[in-house]
């Protein structure tokens, strides 16, 4: 059961500590007074996902804590001890920081836990049934997930079996059609593929491609200005008084002495070797001129060239070498995709083998799915006549799905109700109030929480659209809940609140100039007065308060 919730920072809440015992505990208060904001409190603890608008205005951070006695949940230590969470006394401390900054902190006895780990433990400790919730029965989505929940004890560990099943299924599916899961998936990335690789095979790319043709554009763009360079240094080395001839006439003077000393001679050797690489030189530079041509046409080829190699790279690579990679990579699954009909036979005979195997565990997860609906739906009935709807029938409709198998299985289940004698079975959504909703969400929740063994549970407001016998009956019901659960409930009937073992009120008041939140816990002096209050009448009609008093004593009759 939960203990003792602490509240800091939250909403009007400056700061609040509330010590909770077993049985009934009833909260009431005026509209705005701060009742959800202690919801919204306890939700921090379970481990939602809180809003940082949940802190209070002016403040950095806000906490929450609550603290809880596990010691009579066997399955619930076993999961602690496995975490390393476990305490010997039996008691369980889960506090929540949330700050400006958006982050989060959540602490398990002492130790940092992320949220899905949180999860798991508060899943086993306490249910919130919010004011909207029973709205969720209009949504058939949801009832499968309602039938499953009575049950789920027997039915986890065949819904876990399927979703194997499927898992094992979806990658073999992806293997045979080589990352697809449908042939037709498979044919269209083989066409794409042949496409990719037939472009690229077209272009017949070379790796250094790419730079010859960028550096022969640029000499045939700039051909008239290296012509006239060429022009004037041939000029300059091979003409009559050019560089080679005054070179030559030097060599052939030293060579008159170059016998007469070493030092002449090796000077004469010199610029002999010289001489005759600037010769070769001179030569090379005068062949180049016979080289040079301006061409247009191949201008044009060439830019028609670069243009292709842009696009391929646009497409396939930022570079001619990505692109042969990409090529090479598209070979590679397309040899996957058209590869060893061996290999396909075998993968097509193991889907087949799954396609029985799943047929087989879906169809034992149906019986178990109608077993449990046909059992919860005539216990709820049951609790619906108790809720004042006597002649209401509910029951579940499962049609079967036959594609592809999902995770879940085939079955798609809607909940059905006749509220009235001789009315047919409609769909929730075409038959029943808002008051009928609430009534058959609460008569799900307390036949589910008998199975599923929660020890917590919370009713916020789940009151709407019901009054006089049938608010009466719902107090009966909770009462009746809370002697084998600890039942925590926001109401704003006095037929409701007369039944409360712990009765707070929840009121605001303004302190130095800011609106707070303030949580007391009545005497039973007290509940009397808080009654005729919400009763619209006021606590100053003696009437109304003996009234209250009546109520109180009706409903510690009944509960006996």
């Known amino acids: 059961m939960l203990e003792r919730l602490i509240i800091e920072n939250v909403a009007l809440i400056n700061r609040l500590d509330l010590e909770l015992d077993r049985g009934l505990t009833v909260l009431t208060g005026e509209t705005g007074a701060g009742k959800s904001i202690i919801i919204d409190g306890l939700n921090l603890v379970l481990g939602s996902r809180g809003s940082r608008e949940l802190i209070s205005y002016g403040k950095q951070k806000c906490r929450a804590e609550g603290v809880f006695d596990v010691s009579e949940m066997p399955e619930l230590n076993d999961l602690l001890r496995d975490m390393d969470l476990s305490s010997d006394d039996g008691e369980l401390i889960i506090s929540r920081e949330l700050n400006a900054n958006g982050k989060s902190l959540c602490r398990v006895n002492g130790v940092v836990l992320p949220l899905a780990s949180l999860k798991q433990i508060t899943d086993m400790l306490c249910d919130i049934h919010g004011q909207h919730e029973h709205q969720s029965l209009l949504d058939e989505s949801n009832h499968l997930s309602v039938i499953d929940k009575y049950r789920a004890q027997e039915i986890d560990p065949i819904r876990i079996e399927v979703n194997s099943i499927c898992s094992e299924y ?98 004469h050797s010199r610029l002999s070797d010289l001489y005759y690489e600037i010769e070769d030189a001179a030569y090379s530079v005068r062949d180049l001129t ?74 034992i997860l149906t019986r178990a799915r109608e077993a449990s609906a046909s059992e919860l739906c005539s216990l709820a009935e049951e609790q619906l006549k108790s809720l004042g709807m006597k002649k209401a029938k509910l029951s579940a409709d499962f049609e079967h799905y036959d594609g592809e ?124 007065f808080e009654l005729a209050r919400i009763m619209g009448v006021g606590s100053e009609s003696q009437a109304a308060v003996e009234h209250a008093k009546e109520l109180i004593e009706k409903a510690s009759r009944e509960s006996l």
């Open 290 to 363: 016979f080289d040079l041509e301006f061409d247009p046409r191949r201008v044009d080829e060439l830019e028609t060239r670069l243009d292709v190699i842009e696009s391929l790279k646009h497409k396939y690579g930022k570079t001619v070498s990505e692109v042969l990679a990409f090529k090479e990579k598209a070979e590679t699954e397309l040899n996957g995709l058209t590869g060893d009909a061996s290999v396909r036979e075998m993968l097509s005979l193991k889907r087949a083998e799954l396609v029985k195997s799943y047929d087989s565990a879906a169809e």
């Open 405 to 528: 198998p999902r995770s879940d299985g085939r079955d798609e289940v809607r909940l059905l109700l006749s509220a009235n004698e001789g009315e047919p079975l409609k769909p929730l959504s075409k038959v029943a109030s808002g008051g009928e909703l609430s009534r058959i969400m609460l008569a799900l929740k307390t036949v589910i929480n008998d199975a599923d063994g929660i020890p917590t549970l919370i009713f916020d407001e789940v009151d709407t659209g019901i009054s006089g016998t049938t608010a009466n009956t719902v107090g009966m019901r909770m009462k009746k809940i809370a002697g084998r659960h600890q039942v925590l409930c926001v109401t704003h009937l006095p037929q409701i609140a007369a039944f409360a073992d712990s009765h707070f009120v929840v009121s605001k008041h303004e302190e130095n100039g800011k609106t707070v939140t303030h949580v007391r816990k009545l005497s039973d002096e007290e509940k009397p």
């Open 170 to 267: 979806n990658a073999v599916n992806i293997r045979l059609n080589s990352g697809f899961l449908s042939e037709g998936e498979r044919e269209r990335r083989i066409d794409i593929l042949k496409y990719q690789i037939g472009e690229i095979e077209k272009a017949d790319l070379k790796e250094d491609e790419e730079d010859r043709i960028k550096e022969e554009l640029t000499i045939l763009m700039n051909s008239e200005k290296i012509a006239d360079s060429v022009s004037s240094a041939s000029s300059r080395l091979n003409g009559d008084n050019g560089a080679v001839t005054a070179l030559k006439k030097a060599v052939d003077d030293l060579g008159r002495i170059a016998d007469l000393s070493s030092q002449y001679g090796d000077v």
